[in-house]
């Protein structure tokens, strides 16, 4: 079955940075957009980033422009989020997403927390 599992959360200070990372299985990862959201305390969910099946990313935040980095290892079956010049606001969960046959999956999510 499609699994996505994320690493790399933790609690950073401001200005700092971390490296998200989603291990994928279970489909054909290469063939497939992987998208990264993210979703804060009493807030909706929210689009960061996507990346194609070439390794080409398609759409950043405006939020995170210039300060994310969304790549991918199709050997691997990884798909990465570099965050640099992290902010409070972006303390949030993180979840890996994608869509297989009309079927939508999320990881279980990792916890980011920007604070000093």
């Known amino acids: 079955q499609v699994q996505l599992v994320e690493s790399g959360g933790g609690l950073v200070q401001p200005g700092g940075s971390l490296r998200l990372s989603c291990a994928a299985s279970?489909?054909?990862?290469?063939?497939?957009?992987m998208r990264w959201y993210r979703q804060a305390p009493g807030k909706e969910r929210e689009l960061v980033a996507i990346?194609?099946?070439?390794?080409?990313?398609?759409y950043y935040a405006d939020s995170v422009q210039g300060r994310f980095t969304i790549s991918r290892d199709n050997a691997g079956k990884s798909v990465y989020l570099q965050m640099n010049g992290l902010k409070p606001e972006d303390t949030a969960v993180y979840y890996c997403?994608?869509?297989?046959?009309?079927?939508?999956?999320w990881g279980q999510g990792t916890q980011v927390t920007v604070s000093s």
């Open positions: 997403y994608t869509t297989v046959s009309w079927t939508t999956y």
């Open positions: 279970g489909f054909a990862f290469s063939s497939y957009a």
């Open positions: 990346i194609n099946t070439s390794g080409r990313p398609t």
